[in-house]
């Protein structure tokens, strides 16, 4: 150390005396530890009285006190930063309100959703219900989610866009410890379907295809899932089979459904950053008891166009669905199909098929990469390469999208007010003005293979609507 840092912590004097010691004895000035040592030599060199040497020995010491005070009392500081870490929140926006623990062992967010749709009918369908013009709300999320100890993650969600009563939408605990094995508990998404375990955050359309209609969707039960390579992921679960909010009420017909996943995305095996090669197969077996009838509404939430017949007895009911996916760069092309089979054990003969399916191109005008939004099995958010904000030339990102969907309960008969076979087309165009909002605005066209029932004898061949919604979750 050279007598001009030393000089910061020490006395002039005692910075004179290492100057002196050092011309005398030939080495640099010492810290302070070694000042008493120095000293001793000066005073027997003759170069200190006694008197100096006593006065400056003591103001060694005391500079030693000092510095060991300083010493103790940062270290105590640093423990206590490092033990409060666990409890201390510190709060941050990103894509939603979130606050993290200093350890970042345990982090609680705010989220929710709200849609805000317009939907507009053409007059074949005019006097249904289903097919008045009109606004509505068609979801009002608000929940809480986070994580508890890093290997444990919960959510909890209201749907408060019910006209009776808020309901719940989900609600889970999922252990984490290991990507490749994890378990989660509650209501949550059943592993099948791309486009179902695609939020309705980051849908491509409006409204999602016929084949959701027969994919699970939020059930309660218990599932074990993960990625035990890159690129392969899988899920198991078990469910009461009954839709969301419904707790098994049968003590004879008390079987669960098996509901299973899985799939890979080949360009995350091979590294390739610009492309997604998803490709996966689902399954779902379960009993369901008599009365539960399937039924089919178009894609543009108007008519109810299929309502198929009750087997009169409890049946086994299963379902087997196939997906691909494959985007490169701002391009995305992706299909599904799902059988729906309904079977009898007991009574009258009854096997019967539903089959779905669709397929869909997409394009982000604005160069963003879907393989950005493409995470575990599922698209994610788009985030805008220039998001929209006043005085910016950002625009946020721009899609196109074309759908065909199908729909074929050819096995069932037909009433002679609704139909067993449609299609439907759906022109969309999405802004996305920044990660977190989104405007959409599609035309759905949906054609029956024979003409159903509107009201009061008033029969239509087709259905035309126009669709917008304006979407913000946090």
């Known amino acids: ?30 810290a302070s530890a070694d000042m008493e040592s120095l000293l001793d030599k000066l005073r027997a060199k003759g170069v200190l009285t006694e008197e100096e040497y006593q006065e400056m020995r003591t103001d060694v010491r005391a500079e030693r006190r000092e510095a060991a005070l300083k010493k103790a009392q940062d270290e105590e500081k640093a423990a206590k930063k490092a033990e409060g870490a666990a409890t201390d929140l510190s709060g941050k926006f990103r894509d939603g309100f979130t606050w993290e623990s200093g350890d970042k062992e345990n982090a ?27 606004f509505d709300v068609r979801r009002a999320y608000i929940g809480v989610s986070g994580r508890i100890a890093n290997d444990w993650t919960f959510e ?10 808020p309901q719940l939408d989900v609600a889970w605990a999922n252990w984490g410890a290991y990507k490749e094995v994890q378990f989660r508990a509650g209501q949550f998404k059943m592993p099948m379907a791309l486009e179902e375990l695609t939020s309705s955050r980051f849908i491509d359309f409006q409204e999602r295809s016929f ?13 074990i899932h993960g990625a035990p390579f890159t690129g392969v992921f899988y899920g ?45 197969g689902a399954f779902s077996d379960g009993k369901q008891a008599a009365g539960a009838v399937p039924s089919a509404r178009t894609e543009g939430r108007g008519l109810t166009f299929f309502t198929g017949t009750s087997p009169g007895a409890t049946y086994d009911r299963k379902r087997t669905a196939g997906e691909v996916s494959l985007a490169w760069k701002q391009f995305k092309a992706q299909g599904e199909v799902l059988n729906a089979n309904f079977k009898t054990e007991t009574g009258a003969p009854f096997d019967r098929d539903i089959e779905t399916s669709y397929g869909e191109v997409m394009w982000l005008i604005t160069g963003e990469k879907y393989a950005d939004a493409y995470r575990n099995g599922a698209y994610a958010a788009i985030k805008p390469n220039r998001a929209f904000k006043k005085g910016t030339d950002g625009w946020g990102a721009w899609e196109v999208g074309l759908r065909v969907s199908k729909f074929d309960a050819g096995d069932f008969p037909v ?10 087309t759906t022109v969309g165009l999405k802004w996305i003005p920044n990660t977190n909002t989104r405007v959409y605005l599609n035309y759905v066209q949906t054609d029956f293979d024979t003409p159903i029932n509107v009201s009061q004898g008033k029969t239509t061949d087709n259905e035309k609507a126009i669709t917008a919604r304006v979407a913000v979750y946090f």
């Open 236 to 280: 198991v679960a078990a469910s009461n089979g009954t839709g969301k909010n419904n707790n098994e009420t049968s003590s004879v017909v008390d079987g669960k459904d098996v509901i299973g996943r899985l799939g890979a995305n080949f360009a995350e095996i091979i590294g390739n950053k610009d492309m997604v090669l998803h490709v996966a």
């Open 1 to 30: 150390m050279g007598v001009e840092k030393m000089s910061v912590v020490m006395p002039k004097r005692l910075v004179l005396a290492a100057s002196i010691a050092a011309m005398f004895c030939g080495f640099a000035a010492p």
């Open 156 to 165: 909890a969600v209201a749907d408060v866009a019910q006209t009776a009563a």
């Open 415 to 424: 009433s002679p007010t609704s139909t067993n076979k449609a299609d439907a």
């Open 211 to 223: 084949v959701d209609q027969y994919a699970p969707a939020k059930e309660r039960g218990a599932m």
């Open 108 to 134: 609680i967010s705010i989220n929710g959703r709200i849609h805000a749709d317009y939907r507009s009918f053409s007059e074949d369908s005019t006097g249904n219900a289903n097919s008045a013009n009109t």
